[in-house]
């Protein structure tokens, strides 16, 4: 995909974006690169390690109910 601005990809990406949730995660810098070497080491982004994480915990805590 190139850089290159058009209509199509402005709209493609508001519509993207019109689906999706924002959550700030605020946590020590020294954590973070933990979490990040944590995440790559298991092939994922971060985004996805965090979630991947508290979808466990959650099917954990159903689990204990």
């Known amino acids: ?27 020590d810098k020294e954590d973070i690169e ?7 080491q298991a ?3 971060l985004n996805k390690y965090i979630i991947q ?3 466990e915990k959650i099917s954990h805590d159903k689990g204990r109910q």
């Open 1 to 27: 995909m190139s850089g290159t601005y058009t209509e199509s990809r402005a709209k493609a990406i508001k519509k993207y974006l019109s689906n999706i949730g924002e959550y700030k995660l605020r946590t």
């Open 34 to 40: 933990k979490y990040k070497a944590a995440a790559e």
């Open 43 to 45: 092939g994922m982004s």
């Open 53 to 55: 994480a508290i979808e």
